[in-house]
């Protein structure tokens, strides 16, 4: 299984600015999804970061508010832009290679918003 | 659409208690079955998978049998214990799906001496 990490593992922002967050993995990988998961709720996917090109998005997510990066194979940037404290939630990314059935996921990083 | 629908928790049991979290889903097609855990502070952790019909994924003592006559696939454990404390999420993903996972809400087991 491939190991992810993510950077920061938590912050707290003020409303209006924005956060980057990185994720690693150790090895290439076809597939790279980002993850939102608010407080006490389930997880629900952002986007998939396509390496080369832009990012396809869920409904409900857009790029000028979550913008992602993914330069290669092991790396992808999500950029929550403009916060507000109802993006305090937990921000994950997992990885997959094309059909293949398990996503395997980073820790996480913890964003509170004020 | 797709969903998944979990029992609501948070579920309190003594230690050396038989577990069942029950899953059912709604898919179009013939989705993959998971059973992800999320242990206190932790990103996700993969516990267990089916792939087709009759398959039974297990796990450190965690088992969950794809049911396709009653769109259901339950996890169980004979014996919990307090180190089993944690979210636990069951999640679908559809053939030819672009691996995009369709998760349940979760549900909080708490395990006590």
């Known amino acids: 299984s491939a190991v992810i990490s993510q950077k920061p593992s938590r912050d707290i922002c003020q409303r209006g600015t924005s956060l980057t967050i990185q994720c690693q993995v150790d090895?290439?990988?076809?597939?790279m999804f980002w993850y939102r998961q608010q407080p006490g709720q389930s997880l629900t996917l952002i986007a998939t970061?396509?390496?080369?090109?832009?990012?396809?998005?869920e409904s409900g997510f857009v790029i000028d508010k979550f913008p992602i990066s993914r330069p290669n194979l092991t790396f992808s940037t999500l950029t929550v832009s403009n916060m507000s404290p109802e993006d305090s939630s937990i921000y994950l990314c997992?990885?997959?290679?094309?059909?293949?059935?398990?996503?395997?996921f980073g820790p996480g990083t913890r964003l509170t918003v004020l | 659409g797709n969903s998944v629908t979990q029992m609501e928790g948070p579920v309190t049991l003594s230690e050396e208690a038989f577990l069942t979290i029950n899953c059912t889903y709604t898919a179009t097609g013939y989705p993959s079955l998971f059973w992800y855990v999320q242990y206190p502070g932790e990103g996700l952790q993969l516990l267990l998978k089916a792939t087709k019909a009759d398959d039974k994924g297990s796990n450190k003592g965690f088992e969950a049998t794809y049911r396709k006559e009653t769109t259901s696939f339950h996890l169980e454990k004979g014996s919990v214990q307090v180190s089993d404390s944690a979210v636990y999420f069951c999640?679908?993903?559809?053939?030819?799906?672009?691996?995009?996972?369709?998760f349940g809400t979760g549900t909080q087991l708490k395990v006590e001496l």
């Open positions: 999640a679908l993903k559809l053939t030819g799906g672009g691996n995009k996972l369709t």
């Open positions: 997992s990885v997959s290679d094309r059909g293949a059935d398990t996503q395997y």
């Open positions: 970061a396509n390496q080369g090109s832009e990012a396809t998005y």
């Open positions: 090895s290439q990988v076809t597939m």
